[in-house]
Structures are given as structure tokens and as C-alpha cells.
């Protein structure tokens, strides 16, 4: 009599709807678990690629100041160049030429302005593979682009630092230039009178004025053809990137 008691007392099985619904239940959970996380993924995600695009547009206003300045001093130097050149016909056995001739050549040749990007977030970018976070249309083919445009402009510069080169060791066989210790020398002017010949052996001299004209011709195609249109791109692409992620000082 007490077994059939106890028997009586097991639970019922569960119908099937109730493991229905117990299965949805977690299911709806786990999903709702999944998508929750993957939103807040996306919000950071999003949130560190207008980061690292705050900081993009920074290294670019960095890169215009610098391009301006790069401009202004070639354009400065290329001025200068002119009124050395004015010196290829004369005598330089008078002192007044040779006063002259060292004066522009401190003043305007052993200055020069290189352009160098500011290109630390594109390395971040690249270095962690945080490029796959920019996801606005066009965004990354601009940064890329951009890239290209610098690496371009390097390639350039490079020309004309090798010819820079050349002439600077020209200038070492044909100048001397205790000069600078031997007279006064105030904002780059030789005031005093003695003035070292200058080492025209070879036509030396000759050369020196012929790549100076070489010389003033690539500087003028890198400032015109690479350095003002890069400066443009950069202003653009500031503005390009502002509008896209409104981004506003």
C-alpha cells in the first residue's frame, strides 16, 4: 500500500511544448547575447576608427605647415639662385665679384628644406591591421592614395637631394671657407676685405654655374609639380575627411 503511494508522487513527464518553449527561451537568450555583443563591438569598432581618423586629419594639418614651409624656402632659395647665376659672366679676379659670390652662395646654398610626412597613424594602421576598421566608402582608398602620393613626392626629393650633393662637393674644391672665420660675417653678408680666390683650375667654375642652372630647374618641378599640388591634395583631403565623419574644430 505505501509503494503505490510513493510511486504516485514522481512528477509528471513534460509535454513537448515545454521543452519548446525552454529551448527557445535559450535560444532567444543566446542570440540576443550574441547580438548585444556584436552592437557594442561595432560601436567601438566605429568609435576607434573616427579615433584614428581625428588623429589622420592631425598628422595631415601637420603635413600642410610643413609643405608650406618646404615651399616657402625652396622658393626663397630658388630667388637666391638667380642672383648667383647673375655671377656666371663676370671676373671673379676682382674681390668685390668674389665678396659677392661667397655671400649669396652662404646665404642662399648650404640652407635646404626637405618635406617629410607626419605618418605615424597610416604606420599604426598598417602595423595592426586596425585598416580593416575603416569602413566609410572611400575613406581607405583616400588614405591609401594619400600614401602613394607621399611616397611619390619622396621619389622626387630624392633627385633632388642627389644633386644637391654634387654641387655641395663641387663647392668644397672650389671655395675655401675659413672665410667665414677670418672676416666678419653678419646675417650671412661677408663685410670684411679679405676674400680667398676661388679654385677655377679645369673649369671648375664653369660647372658649378652649369649645375647650379640644372639645379634651379629641379627645384622649380618639385615645388610646382610636386610640393604646391601636394600641399592642395592634403587641404583637400582634410576637408574630405572632416565632411565624412563630422569632425569639426
Not at 573616427?50 to 616657402?72: A, C, G, M, P, W
Not at 630658388?78 to 652662395?105: E, P
Not at 605618418?119 to 588614405?143: F, M, P
Not at 673649369?203 to 630647374?217: A, D, M, S, Y
Amino acid at each position: 500500500m505505501d509503494a503505490h503511494q510513493h510511486a504516485g508522487n514522481y512528477p509528471k513527464p513534460k509535454k513537448w511544448k515545454e521543452y519548446f518553449l525552454e529551448f527557445l527561451m535559450i535560444f532567444l537568450a543566446v542570440t540576443l547575447g550574441f547580438l548585444a555583443e556584436n552592437f557594442r563591438e561595432h560601436l567601438n569598432d566605429r568609435a576607434k576608427e573616427k579615433q584614428y581618423i581625428e588623429s589622420f586629419i592631425h598628422n595631415l594639418k601637420d603635413d600642410t605647415t610643413r609643405l608650406r614651409h618646404v615651399i616657402k624656402s625652396n622658393v626663397k632659395q630658388l630667388n637666391g639662385l638667380d642672383s648667383l647665376l647673375m655671377l656666371s659672366d663676370v671676373n671673379m679676379a676682382f674681390d668685390s665679384n668674389r665678396k659677392l659670390f661667397y655671400s649669396y652662395v652662404i646665404r642662399y646654398w648650404y640652407t635646404r628644406a626637405t618635406f617629410a610626412s607626419n605618418d605615424v597613424t597610416l604606420e599604426e594602421l598598417k602595423s595592426t591591421g586596425d585598416y580593416r576598421l575603416i569602413e566609410k566608402a572611400n575613406v581607405a582608398d583616400s588614405l591609401a592614395k594619400y600614401e602613394s602620393e607621399i611616397n611619390n613626392l619622396y621619389k622626387q626629393a630624392e633627385f633632388y637631394k642627389g644633386y644637391f650633393k654634387e654641387i655641395v662637393s663641387l663647392l668644397d674644391e672650389l671655395t675655401d671657407m675659413s672665410v667665414l672665420g677670418e672676416t666678419a660675417f653678419i646675417e650671412r653678408k661677408i663685410t670684411g676685405e679679405v676674400i680667398p680666390e676661388l679654385r677655377t683650375e679645369n673649369g671648375k667654375l664653369t660647372v658649378f654655374f652649369n649645375k647650379i642652372l640644372i639645379f634651379k630647374t629641379i627645384t622649380k618641378t618639385l615645388v610646382e609639380n610636386n610640393l604646391k599640388p601636394q600641399l592642395e591634395s592634403s587641404k583637400r583631403l582634410i576637408k574630405f575627411l572632416e565632411d565624412k565623419y563630422d569632425i569639426h574644430d
